[in-house]
């Protein structure tokens, strides 16, 4: 007898039944009839990816970090933070569920002196430690809202370290106040390690933070109702957001915003019991079953790594919507100026018309071009220019400050690069003492592209520095390695081609742009 359940049917127990998977859900029956979740799929990750992806684009999206988002970096969790607390209160740290109770514990045996607490805070949440790769990724995507319960400061550092200015909320004035050029807010709703005495750690902090903070509470309920949160590292045992997440749902019922987090699957472990697993995966079906009361749907991962490279996708498809156009030219080849003109103006105007937004530097011979065939196509669908179709960086041309020039280039090029996620060479020549040379800046570019892991497409019929990059990659195998789409060599053999003309060459291209949106 086979029994095929799905997320409706809730989880019952047939005893007696050979394992089936419903394909259709995210849930598989196993050899005792027990319901069980699996891990999210790939084609479930894409979706959820590309929905992040839109919210990214109407800087939609806001993080909700937990303590679990921090603890790679090497910071203690919450236990053996506490471990010396239970010990002179002379309990089994092991034993104690209820961490916020302990702490208050504390507090009571001290006559409200939390003097230890604050101190413990302070030596293990101080540590210079480096910031982790989720860290850096989130700090690298354009997400202007941050909330946490952490008091480290990995948030603010990873977005220094990206060139970015926070705006840090951890007391209630701050909220009035707005840093100037801020690309970031980081609301730290527990307060942050700087001031240990004013974190939420005790059952007494907790009771009085509906009066104490009710601005973060407010603000939070805003955010909540307008925003996508992405919860990472969070165990949802904070009674605070309990709160919140309670108020919102009264308030709007079945209108609520859809959010998301990401969890581990309970899996079964050397030292723990059959029933111990089975309470433990039972508890978590539950657990995401009544999330989804708060507009909170759950997405599982097998490894905590997989939660890295869901948001490296992330980041590649959000890059990918961005194209750094690589070019220069003092002369065209086999073309006349103002044919190559019309190539590079009618390209950019086009992939402009699909959607990607295009990083240039202005070459020599080629930035004039580009920026009209952007500008025509925004104008035409009744836009206003901004960066979202266009980022200029021309280069300065003459050494006046104490940096040497090269550097400043140097900077230049690195500093357009890290927005995209593809890259396209045209051409690639200069004019030196007289004579037609390849153009080293485009290589360089070349360079920091494929350093930064840029999608790297050389139109090698344009000769030039372009020429010798397509060269380059297709004697090192580029074009038949993991990192370059099998499908679109083909097309890289077509931009090559000395036989292609330049209407050719820009259908070509255009059919490969489309082909990886």
């Known amino acids: 007898m086979t029994l095929r359940l799905t997320q409706k049917g809730g989880c019952p127990r047939f005893h007696g039944l050979h394992c089936v998977v419903d394909k259709n859900h995210d849930r598989a029956i196993v050899n005792d009839g027990v319901e069980r979740l699996k891990a999210t799929t790939e084609p479930q990750r894409k979706r959820l990816i590309s929905t992040l992806l839109n919210d990214l684009a109407e800087d939609n999206l806001a993080i909700f970090a937990g303590a679990g988002l921090s603890a790679p970096a090497g910071f203690v969790s919450w236990t053996e933070l506490l471990r010396p607390i239970a010990e002179d ?3 089994e740290i092991e034993k104690e569920t209820d961490l916020v109770a302990l702490a208050q514990y504390h507090c009571n045996s001290n006559l409200a002196n939390r003097g230890k607490l604050n101190q413990l805070l302070i030596n293990k949440l101080s540590d210079d430690v480096e910031i982790t790769e989720n860290h850096k990724i989130l700090a690298r995507l354009p997400i202007s809202t941050y909330w946490t319960t952490n008091y480290d400061k990995l948030i603010e550092k990873s977005l220094t370290e990206a ?5 840090t909320k951890y007391r209630v004035k701050q909220l009035s106040f707005t840093k100037r050029g801020r690309d970031a807010v980081v609301y730290k709703m527990h307060g942050d390690i700087d001031n240990p005495d004013e974190a939420v750690i005790t059952k007494d902090d907790y009771e009085n933070y509906h009066v104490k903070m009710q601005p973060f509470i407010n603000a939070l309920s805003g955010d909540l109702v307008s925003k ?13 957001l309990d709160y919140i997440l309670s108020r919102v749902r009264i308030s709007y019922s079945n ?3 859809q959010h ?7 899996a079964p472990t050397t030292d723990a019991s059959q029933a111990d697993t089975e309470y433990k995966i039972r508890k978590q079906e539950l657990f995401i079953q009544d999330l989804l009361r708060f507009g909170i749907k759950t997405i599982l991962v097998s490894d905590y790594s997989e939660i890295t490279d869901i948001l490296h996708q992330l980041e590649w498809a959000y890059r990918r919507k961005t194209i750094f156009l690589s070019g220069s030219a003092h002369e065209y080849g086999r073309w006349k ?5 019309y190539f590079i103006y009618s390209l950019s105007k086009e992939i402009a018309a699909l959607g990607f937004r295009i990083v240039s530097g202005f070459g020599l011979g080629v930035g004039s071009s580009v920026i009209t065939g952007v500008l025509e196509n925004v104008y035409m669908s009744g836009k206003r220019l901004d960066s979202e179709q266009l980022i200029l960086r021309p280069f300065p041309q003459y050494e006046v400050g104490k940096r040497p020039i090269s550097e400043i ?3 230049y090029r690195t500093d357009m690069i890290s927005y995209a996620g593809i890259a396209i060479f045209v051409f690639g020549n200069k004019i030196k003492d007289g004579n037609i040379v390849v153009a080293d800046g485009l290589i360089k570019e070349f360079e920091i592209a494929k350093n930064n892991g840029l999608l790297l497409i050389p139109v090698g019929a344009t000769e030039y520095a372009t020429r010798e990059i397509y060269n380059k990659l297709s004697q090192d195998g580029y074009f038949d390695g993991a990192e370059f789409p099998k499908d679109l060599r083909e097309h890289i053999n077509k931009l090559a081609d000395f036989n292609s003309d330049l209407e050719t060459i820009k259908g070509v291209l255009i059919d490969l742009l489309n082909s990886l949106k």
């Open 228 to 240: 996508t949160f992405l919860f990472l590292g969070f165990s949802f045992t904070d009674p605070n």
């Open 163 to 167: 060139g970015k200015i926070s705006d």
């Open 255 to 257: 209108d609520q915003r």
């Open 260 to 266: 998301y987090c990401i969890q581990k699957l309970v």
């Open 337 to 341: 100026s103002d044919e190559a003109q």
């Open 409 to 411: 280039w140097n900077d």
């Open 89 to 91: 209160l002379e309990l």
